[in-house]
Protein backbone atom coordinates (compact mmCIF):
# COMPACT_ATOMS: atom_id res chain seq x y z
CA UNK A 1 0.00 0.00 0.00
CA UNK A 2 1.82 3.52 -1.10
CA UNK A 3 1.78 6.64 0.82
CA UNK A 4 2.98 6.94 4.64
CA UNK A 5 1.64 5.65 8.49
CA UNK A 6 0.13 8.58 10.28
CA UNK A 7 3.08 8.69 12.57
CA UNK A 8 5.37 9.28 9.66
CA UNK A 9 2.69 11.98 8.70
CA UNK A 10 3.09 13.20 11.59
CA UNK A 11 7.25 13.39 12.01
CA UNK A 12 7.10 15.28 8.46
CA UNK A 13 4.49 17.93 9.72
CA UNK A 14 5.48 18.48 12.94
CA UNK A 15 2.01 17.92 14.04
CA UNK A 16 0.65 15.46 15.89
CA UNK A 17 -1.23 12.27 15.49
CA UNK A 18 -3.88 13.81 17.36
CA UNK A 19 -4.34 16.81 15.27
CA UNK A 20 -4.16 14.99 11.70
CA UNK A 21 -7.16 13.08 12.91
CA UNK A 22 -9.09 15.72 14.32
CA UNK A 23 -8.39 18.07 10.60
CA UNK A 24 -9.73 14.43 9.42
CA UNK A 25 -12.89 14.91 11.38
CA UNK A 26 -13.59 18.43 10.86
CA UNK A 27 -12.83 17.63 6.77
CA UNK A 28 -10.04 20.15 6.69
CA UNK A 29 -8.66 17.01 4.82
CA UNK A 30 -10.82 14.33 3.11
CA UNK A 31 -11.12 10.81 4.07
CA UNK A 32 -7.53 9.36 4.29
CA UNK A 33 -7.09 6.28 2.27
CA UNK A 34 -6.76 3.25 4.56
CA UNK A 35 -4.64 -0.21 4.48
CA UNK A 36 -6.41 -3.43 4.50
CA UNK A 37 -5.68 -3.33 8.32
CA UNK A 38 -7.53 0.08 8.39
CA UNK A 39 -4.39 2.01 9.10
CA UNK A 40 -3.93 5.42 7.88
CA UNK A 41 -2.09 6.33 4.40
CA UNK A 42 -1.13 9.59 3.67
CA UNK A 43 -0.22 10.01 -0.15
CA UNK A 44 1.84 13.31 -1.50
CA UNK A 45 -1.42 15.14 -2.26
CA UNK A 46 -2.31 14.95 1.84
CA UNK A 47 1.28 16.58 3.12
CA UNK A 48 0.64 18.94 0.61
CA UNK A 49 -2.75 19.80 1.98
CA UNK A 50 -0.85 19.52 5.44
CA UNK A 51 1.62 22.13 4.86
CA UNK A 52 -0.97 24.78 3.19
CA UNK A 53 -2.91 24.34 6.20
CA UNK A 54 0.25 25.19 8.55
CA UNK A 55 0.90 27.75 5.79
CA UNK A 56 -2.28 29.32 6.58
CA UNK A 57 -2.52 29.24 9.97
CA UNK A 58 0.89 30.90 10.58
CA UNK A 59 -0.91 33.50 8.87
CA UNK A 60 -3.28 33.85 11.42
CA UNK A 61 -6.31 32.12 9.60
CA UNK A 62 -9.16 30.35 11.24
CA UNK A 63 -9.57 26.45 10.90
CA UNK A 64 -13.09 27.22 9.00
CA UNK A 65 -11.43 30.25 6.93
CA UNK A 66 -8.71 27.50 6.12
CA UNK A 67 -11.24 25.14 4.93
CA UNK A 68 -12.66 27.28 2.59
CA UNK A 69 -9.55 28.42 1.24
CA UNK A 70 -9.04 24.92 0.67
CA UNK A 71 -11.37 24.66 -1.76
CA UNK A 72 -9.95 26.31 -4.14
CA UNK A 73 -7.15 24.24 -3.72
CA UNK A 74 -9.82 21.19 -4.71
CA UNK A 75 -12.27 22.05 -7.29
CA UNK A 76 -11.51 23.25 -11.10
CA UNK A 77 -14.83 24.52 -10.76
CA UNK A 78 -16.12 27.82 -9.81
CA UNK A 79 -15.89 28.28 -6.16
CA UNK A 80 -18.77 29.84 -4.50
CA UNK A 81 -18.45 33.78 -4.49
CA UNK A 82 -18.29 34.14 -0.79
CA UNK A 83 -15.32 31.98 -0.84
CA UNK A 84 -13.81 34.44 -3.66
CA UNK A 85 -14.37 37.20 -1.53
CA UNK A 86 -12.41 35.60 1.37
CA UNK A 87 -9.61 35.15 -0.80
CA UNK A 88 -9.26 38.14 -2.23
CA UNK A 89 -9.74 39.99 1.13
CA UNK A 90 -7.21 36.84 3.19
CA UNK A 91 -4.49 37.88 -0.24
CA UNK A 92 -4.71 42.06 0.61
CA UNK A 93 -3.76 40.68 4.40
CA UNK A 94 -1.41 39.11 3.19
CA UNK A 95 0.23 41.29 1.12
CA UNK A 96 -0.40 44.10 3.47
CA UNK A 97 1.55 41.89 6.31
CA UNK A 98 4.26 41.57 4.02
CA UNK A 99 4.61 44.98 3.27
CA UNK A 100 4.61 45.78 7.05
CA UNK A 101 7.29 43.01 7.28
CA UNK A 102 9.37 44.37 4.72
CA UNK A 103 9.64 47.75 6.18
CA UNK A 104 10.55 46.23 9.22
CA UNK A 105 12.96 44.28 7.73
CA UNK A 106 14.69 47.39 6.37
CA UNK A 107 14.43 49.15 9.79
CA UNK A 108 15.82 46.72 11.65
CA UNK A 109 18.48 46.53 8.47
CA UNK A 110 19.56 49.99 9.02
CA UNK A 111 19.39 50.51 12.99
CA UNK A 112 21.98 47.12 13.14
CA UNK A 113 24.10 49.16 10.50
CA UNK A 114 24.40 51.86 12.86
CA UNK A 115 24.81 50.38 15.75
CA UNK A 116 27.79 48.14 13.98
CA UNK A 117 29.43 51.73 12.45
CA UNK A 118 29.10 53.20 16.34
CA UNK A 119 32.24 53.70 18.68
CA UNK A 120 29.81 54.22 21.35
CA UNK A 121 26.34 53.31 22.12
CA UNK A 122 23.78 51.79 20.03
CA UNK A 123 21.45 53.97 17.63
CA UNK A 124 19.13 50.65 18.02
CA UNK A 125 17.91 51.46 21.64
CA UNK A 126 17.49 55.06 20.91
CA UNK A 127 15.73 54.69 17.51
CA UNK A 128 13.58 52.20 19.13
CA UNK A 129 13.09 54.40 21.88
CA UNK A 130 11.50 57.41 19.47
CA UNK A 131 9.58 54.87 17.49
CA UNK A 132 7.54 53.83 21.31
CA UNK B 1 14.51 75.21 -9.66
CA UNK B 2 16.73 74.91 -6.60
CA UNK B 3 17.82 71.17 -5.02
CA UNK B 4 17.01 69.87 -1.92
CA UNK B 5 20.25 68.15 -0.52
CA UNK B 6 19.77 66.61 2.77
CA UNK B 7 22.43 64.35 4.46
CA UNK B 8 21.12 61.64 7.06
CA UNK B 9 23.63 61.25 9.83
CA UNK B 10 23.53 59.01 12.73
CA UNK B 11 25.20 59.65 16.37
CA UNK B 12 28.50 58.37 17.07
CA UNK B 13 29.15 58.20 13.71
CA UNK B 14 32.59 58.05 12.25
CA UNK B 15 32.12 59.79 8.73
CA UNK B 16 29.42 61.81 9.28
CA UNK B 17 30.70 64.88 10.71
CA UNK B 18 33.68 64.95 7.70
CA UNK B 19 30.61 64.57 4.89
CA UNK B 20 28.89 67.22 6.41
CA UNK B 21 31.85 69.25 6.45
CA UNK B 22 32.79 68.42 2.68
CA UNK B 23 29.45 68.91 1.82
CA UNK B 24 29.25 72.57 3.07
CA UNK B 25 32.45 73.59 1.41
CA UNK B 26 31.25 71.85 -1.84
CA UNK B 27 27.78 73.43 -1.94
CA UNK B 28 28.88 76.90 -0.77
CA UNK B 29 28.80 78.97 -3.29
CA UNK B 30 26.16 77.20 -4.66
CA UNK B 31 22.44 78.08 -4.78
CA UNK B 32 21.56 75.17 -2.51
CA UNK B 33 20.88 74.18 1.23
CA UNK B 34 22.31 71.22 3.16
CA UNK B 35 20.17 69.80 5.59
CA UNK B 36 21.77 67.52 7.85
CA UNK B 37 18.86 65.23 9.90
CA UNK B 38 19.33 63.29 12.62
CA UNK B 39 18.18 59.67 11.12
CA UNK B 40 17.11 58.20 14.55
CA UNK B 41 14.58 61.09 14.17
CA UNK B 42 13.95 60.31 10.38
CA UNK B 43 13.51 56.37 10.57
CA UNK B 44 10.69 55.87 8.69
CA UNK B 45 11.52 58.12 5.97
CA UNK B 46 15.19 56.90 5.60
CA UNK B 47 13.75 53.19 5.38
CA UNK B 48 11.17 54.52 2.94
CA UNK B 49 14.30 56.14 0.72
CA UNK B 50 16.38 52.95 0.87
CA UNK B 51 19.13 54.37 3.26
CA UNK B 52 21.08 51.45 4.86
CA UNK B 53 24.08 53.35 6.70
CA UNK B 54 25.37 56.44 6.99
CA UNK B 55 26.11 59.57 5.97
CA UNK B 56 23.50 59.15 3.57
CA UNK B 57 22.85 61.63 1.00
CA UNK B 58 19.49 62.23 -0.45
CA UNK B 59 18.89 64.76 -3.44
CA UNK B 60 15.63 65.96 -4.13
CA UNK B 61 13.85 63.03 -2.27
CA UNK B 62 16.23 60.47 -3.81
CA UNK B 63 19.11 58.38 -2.42
CA UNK B 64 22.56 59.23 -4.27
CA UNK B 65 25.04 57.66 -1.92
CA UNK B 66 25.58 56.51 1.20
CA UNK B 67 28.71 55.81 3.35
CA UNK B 68 31.92 57.30 3.51
CA UNK B 69 32.44 60.69 0.55
CA UNK B 70 34.92 61.10 -1.41
CA UNK B 71 35.81 64.30 -3.11
CA UNK B 72 35.68 62.44 -6.57
CA UNK B 73 32.27 61.34 -5.27
CA UNK B 74 31.10 64.76 -4.88
CA UNK B 75 32.89 66.08 -8.14
CA UNK B 76 30.48 62.65 -9.94
CA UNK B 77 27.03 63.99 -7.89
CA UNK B 78 27.76 67.64 -8.88
CA UNK B 79 29.62 67.84 -11.46
CA UNK B 80 32.13 70.90 -10.55
CA UNK B 81 34.90 71.01 -8.78
CA UNK B 82 35.23 72.46 -4.94
CA UNK B 83 35.96 76.08 -4.97
CA UNK B 84 39.17 76.64 -3.26
CA UNK B 85 38.83 77.95 -0.01
Request: charged share 25%; aromatic share 4%; proline share 4%.
Amino acid sequence: MPGISIGEAAERTGLTADTLRYYEKIALLPRIARDPGGRRRYDQRDLSRLRFIQRAQRCNFSLKEIGQLLQLRNTQEAVRPQVQRLTEHKLEEIKTQLADLTHLQAELELLLNLCRGSDQGCPIIEGLDQNA
Amino acid sequence: MTSIIELFCAPHCRHCDTAAQQLRAWLSERDVSLQTKNILDHVDRAVDLGILRTPALVVDDELVHQGQLSDRRLMQLFGASRCPE
